[in-house]
């Protein structure tokens, strides 16, 4: 579902990304494991268009999007919750989802996504800005999922979020991927959401993936010494 060859990214002349290869099945949840300033946001922004690739190929469901704009990854299928969520604080709830609808055609926001995320619909006519922080990523997951992706990236959803909402977003996250099919890569630092969430766990170091493994064969103690620093 999301394929990426020999992928390069670079701010100015220095480059980041080095060379990656990513294969990601259709209904499967990756994390991508490491410390800060190891190129998981910069692969996010990359495969989102944000950052424009040096070199390399990237395709959602067999599509090249390799060299598209932000907007026009999305029509093809891709969307993005970024680091820190980035909702609109001045807007409603409801205002906020439905700017993720610009791609679908359509004007109403589907009854799942409520279903899914019933705090949303208590507080609809809410400025996100007021929510809390977990309420504010279901928020910008929501906002995802109303464009109708087949890949949804997170980066660090579990920022700056209490124990308890981390563990119900891996179990909303597994459920959509359940009912959806939806492909789901996530860029992340704390191994226990990883090991909730992940079928499969991916750790970057310099740019490059050091370490690929199933969940359930994986080495948490050499995991950990990649993300100790």
């Given at each position: 579902m999301?394929?990426?060859s020999k992928l390069r990214a670079a701010y100015g002349q220095s480059e980041v990304l080095h060379g990656l290869d990513l294969d990601v099945a259709p209904g499967e949840i990756v994390a991508i494991m490491g410390r800060n300033g190891m190129g998981k946001t910069t692969l996010m922004k990359t495969l989102?268009?944000?950052v424009s690739e040096k070199a390399g190929d990237v395709s959602v469901d067999s599509t090249a999007i390799?060299?598209?704009k932000s907007h026009q990854r999305v029509a093809k299928g891709i969307a993005y919750v970024p680091q820190g969520r980035m909702i609109f604080s001045a807007m409603t709830v409801q205002e906020n989802v439905e700017t993720g609808l610009t791609v679908t055609g359509q004007s109403k926001v589907p009854d799942d996504i409520y279903e899914r995320f019933p705090v949303l619909l208590e507080m609809k006519s809410r400025r996100g800005g007021n929510l809390s922080g977990?309420?504010?990523q279901?928020?910008?997951?929501?906002?995802a999922l109303a464009s109708n992706p087949k890949v949804l990236l997170l980066d660090e959803p579990t920022e700056g979020i209490q124990?308890?909402?981390i563990r119900e977003m891996a179990r909303t996250l597994r459920k959509i991927r359940d009912q959806k099919g939806l492909t789901i890569v996530v860029a992340e630092q704390v191994l226990s959401f990883a090991l909730d969430v992940a079928d499969r766990v991916m750790v970057i170091e310099n740019g490059t993936f050091v370490h690929d493994s199933p969940r359930n064969g994986i080495d948490e103690a050499q995991v950990s010494k990649f993300l100790s620093v």
């Open positions: 999301l394929n990426v989102m268009g944000i390799t060299g598209l977990g309420q504010q279901q928020l910008a997951i929501a906002r124990p308890s909402i």
